[in-house]
């Protein structure tokens, strides 16, 4: 069955780094494209970025750009998120989400990320 | 960006009766491809969301048939035909058809 498992979540100072990673099993990862979304404390989802499926496109949403970058490595099954000079808005629950072409199939579990001094 | 906009927020419902959720889009969702991606999501509180239905009307696996999605265009809606218990919580729908892919503001099923 397909799991996906984020880790790498934590607590960390504005201006500073963090990066997630999302394991995929159940499913052969180099053949679809892969997104993190994210929800806020009490809020709705928000899309953050995405990457195909051969890792050549990505996109981002304005609030993450230059800031996030969404990278994949085929032959660990992993998806990453490189998030640097974090805000505090920035603080939510981070989904992995698998692509199925239109829409997400399977979501992650979540990992917490709260950007606080 | 393509706006997402979900009505009502909130919906307390009678169990057994049915319920109904409406999503309008600032735009037409129609792709290129002739497709349109609209999808409804389900996340039930502590939970990660769940896919319901994709591309308007189609229900992913394991999806009751209790569920159906109609629409054209940038109007779109979601029936629950008979609420039970497991169907509390926050429904989204989504489109998938540009980037930012976009949600709605989500909303909230709760039982009377």
């Known amino acids: 069955q397909v799991q996906l498992v984020e880790s790498g979540g934590g607590v960390v100072q504005p201006g500073k780094s963090l990066r997630l990673s999302c394991a995929a099993s159940?499913?052969?990862?180099?053949?679809?494209?892969m997104h993190w979304v994210r929800q806020a404390p009490g809020k709705g989802l928000e899309w953050v970025a995405a990457?195909?499926?051969?890792?050549?496109?990505?996109h981002y949403v304005d609030s993450v750009k230059g800031r996030f970058t969404i990278s994949r490595d085929d032959s660990q099954n992993t998806l990453y998120l490189q998030m640097n000079s974090l805000r505090a808005e920035d603080t939510a629950v981070y989904y992995c989400?698998?692509?199925?072409?239109?829409?997400?199939?399977?979501w992650g579990q979540g990992a917490p990320v709260t950007v606080s001094s | 960006d393509i706006v997402m906009t979900q009505t009502p927020l909130s919906s307390p419902v009678t169990l057994g009766q049915p319920a109904s959720i409406s999503c309008r889009s600032s735009?037409?969702?129609?792709?290129?491809?002739?497709?349109?991606?609209l999808s409804w999501l389900h996340q039930r509180p502590g939970q990660p969301p769940r896919l319901l239905i994709y591309?308007?009307?189609n229900r992913f696996s394991g999806v009751p048939d209790r569920f159906s999605g109609s629409g054209a265009g940038t109007d779109f809606t979601l029936k629950i035909s008979r609420v039970e218990g497991e169907d509390v919580g926050v429904y989204y729908c989504?489109?998938?058809?540009?980037?930012?892919?976009?949600f709605g503001q989500g909303t909230k099923v709760e039982i009377k």
């Open positions: 591309k308007i009307s």
């Open positions: 159940g499913f052969t990862f180099s053949r679809y494209g």
């Open positions: 989504m489109q998938a058809t540009q980037f930012p892919w976009t």
């Open positions: 989400a698998k692509d199925t072409g239109s829409t997400f199939d399977y």
């Open positions: 735009q037409s969702l129609v792709h290129s491809d002739g497709n349109t991606y």
């Open positions: 990457i195909s499926y051969d890792g050549s496109n990505q």
